[in-house]
């Protein structure tokens, strides 16, 4: 068999055909688990529950393969089963390229008419797993005989794998970051059409579906064309203001919506700050650690890499360095020029004492040299596991590593009012390194009552001094009252709070079962 190889039926395949078979096979595969993490990186966005994403994503998909293999049994052709194997490969095919253009798309339309996410969600994938299962038994029959269906099966196999890895690596690496979800969507489709049609070409037994395809590639090409700027009007409706600014980054969405004088930020639909009142939240979150050290000179600041603590920060005349460690850089590219938050932060991260790390907190704090008089931690609430380790013992005892002798750490703990087992929690954990902690809150319209934590090594004594500045929201009588936590934002005293581990990551269940999941 050195230059053709048999397969069912009797009827034989040359090299070429094989070879195409298989790279259809790996390039599908490839599609098809680009498709399915789109579908989990959407639903996260849309839906905020990334864990339930994930786990409803791939579970629906693992069973749907397997349903679709079991499907593939009844292909059978009677007289001419290489055809009719070969005729439904081929289906599969055509079948997947509108999935991949309209699935991320019908997400977002089902997401803004308020309609059930979850649902479309499962239907999507199913369908998608339905077809990558059949696809592996199809293609396995096609290349058998009973003398090397092993050969057949372990080749099959080994590029399906491989085809899937690829996928795997290339959507968060380079088609999310480059491209964007629907983008990638409108690539993706043609994809399946392209191998529909080297199919076509060099199986004669498959020429009668040229027709189709010529039907299609005009369609392709003009939902591929629309796609984009329908998901972009979809997605504007999910904002109150216009739209100025969108961009999909390796980790998350951005969007700068503004109305007159109201600049607003989401990260993955969420509102980071709203410039009408995000003086008292970035004012709060810094002043009082810089006030109560008695002379700041290194500070860290972790997350905030839209510039606007930096901002504040850079208030103080004492201050010779501030490192930022941000995760995403495109997000400090945006910070640094777009016109409006540049304008906003006042150019912040293009002072001279401010040096600028990309990468994970949680890995990079182990490797900055010296040590820091105030470490100020603005990260996103913590509604997921992955965020949920920035706040956990493991993490903040790394900090302590990087704190000075009389160093002042200061962490955003969230909403007291809304969710106050997240403050309670972040307390505990900070008590777990032996860490005195004062709580605090301040009103912030956009979101209500948010929450502080401070804390620092046992012993200190802590005067505030003096503020170097007048601030719009805080002054030194504000400082001087600010530890005073009301009653209502603490949690009853009967409810039992655990410290935030990376091996039991409480403080995601205590943000997500808030007092407004439950209205």
């Given at each position: 068999m050195s230059t053709t190889e048999q397969c069912a039926g009797g009827s034989t395949l040359t090299p070429l055909q094989v070879r195409v078979l298989l790279a259809t096979a790996a390039l599908s595969s490839s599609v098809g688990l680009v498709l399915e993490l789109m579908l989990v990186t959407q639903a996260s966005y849309l839906l905020g529950d990334a864990a339930l994403a994930t786990g409803v994503v791939i579970g629906s998909f693992l069973a749907a393969m397997g349903?679709?293999?079991?499907?593939?049994?009844?292909?059978?052709?009677?007289?001419?089963?290489?055809?009719?194997?070969?005729?439904?490969?081929?289906?599969?095919?055509?079948?997947?390229?509108?999935?991949?253009?309209?699935?991320?798309?019908?997400l977002f339309a089902l997401f803004s008419a308020?309609?059930?996410?979850?649902?479309?969600?499962?239907?999507?994938?199913?369908?998608?797993?339905?077809?990558?299962?059949?696809?592996?038994?199809?293609?396995?029959?096609?290349?058998?005989?009973?003398?090397?269906?092993?050969?057949?099966?372990?080749?099959?196999?080994?590029?399906?794998?491989?085809?899937?890895?690829?996928?795997?690596?290339?959507?968060?690496?380079?088609?999310?970051?480059?491209f964007g979800l629907l983008p990638t969507a409108a690539l993706l489709a043609l994809i399946p059409l392209a191998n529909s049609a080297l199919i076509c070409w060099l199986f004669p037994v498959c020429r009668r579906w040229r027709w189709p395809l010529t039907i299609a590639w005009p369609l392709a090409a003009l939902g591929a064309s629309l796609v984009v700027p329908l998901g972009d009007r979809i997605e504007d409706s999910l904002y109150d203001d216009p739209v100025v600014g969108r961009q999909?980054?390796?980790?998350?969405?951005?969007?700068?919506?503004?109305?007159?004088n109201d600049l607003r930020l989401f990260l993955d639909g969420n509102l980071q700050f709203s410039s009408l009142d995000e003086y008292r939240y970035h004012e709060a979150l810094v002043h009082p650690a810089?006030?109560?050290?008695?002379?700041?000179?290194?500070?860290?600041?972790?997350?905030a890499g839209d510039g606007l603590a930096v901002r504040e920060v850079l208030r103080w005349p004492s201050i010779t360095r501030i490192d930022l460690v941000e995760l995403d850089g495109e997000m400090l590219r945006l910070a640094r020029r777009h016109p409006l938050l540049r304008r906003l932060n006042g150019g912040s991260l293009d002072n001279p004492r401010v040096h600028l790390h990309v990468g994970d907190a949680f890995q990079l704090v182990r490797h900055l040299e010296g040590r820091f008089d105030v470490v100020i931690a603005d990260f996103p609430d913590p509604a997921t596991a992955p965020l949920a380790r920035l706040y956990s013992v493991t993490f903040y005892g790394r900090l302590l590593g990087r704190l000075a002798p009389d160093g002042l750490l200061v962490t955003q703990a969230s909403t007291p009012f809304f969710a106050p087992k997240v403050m309670a929690s972040i307390r505990a954990t900070l008590a777990e390194l032996h860490l005195q902690n004062r709580p605090y809150s301040v009103d912030v319209p956009s979101f209500g009552p948010w929450g502080f934590v401070l804390a620092h090594r046992p012993g200190l004594s802590l005067n505030a001094r003096a503020l170097p500045f007048r601030g719009r929201w805080i002054d030194d009588a504000q400082l001087q009252r600010l530890f005073s936590l009301p009653r209502d934002l603490q949690p009853?005293?009967?409810?039992?709070?655990?410290?935030?581990?990376?091996?039991?990551?409480?403080?995601?269940?205590?943000?997500?079962?808030?007092?407004?999941?439950?209205?």
């Open positions: 349903l679709g293999a079991w499907l593939s049994q009844f292909i059978t052709g009677g007289a001419q089963p290489q055809q009719a194997l070969l005729r439904s490969f081929l289906l599969v095919e055509l079948c997947l390229a509108p999935l991949c253009l309209l699935a991320p798309l019908a308020d309609g059930p996410v979850w649902l479309g969600l499962v239907v999507f994938t199913l369908l998608v797993g339905v077809l990558g299962g059949m696809e592996v038994p199809l293609l396995t029959r096609l290349l058998e005989t009973q003398q090397h269906l092993r050969k057949a099966l372990a080749r099959v196999l080994a590029l399906d794998y491989f085809g899937a890895l690829v996928g795997s690596l290339l959507f968060p690496l380079l088609l999310l970051p480059w999909q980054t390796r980790h998350q969405r951005i969007v700068l919506t503004r109305r007159s810089l006030a109560l050290h008695p002379r700041p000179r290194r500070v860290l600041v972790l997350g009853p005293a009967n409810q039992t709070v655990l410290p935030n581990r990376l091996s039991r990551p409480v403080l995601a269940d205590y943000q997500r079962q808030g007092i407004w999941r439950q209205n």
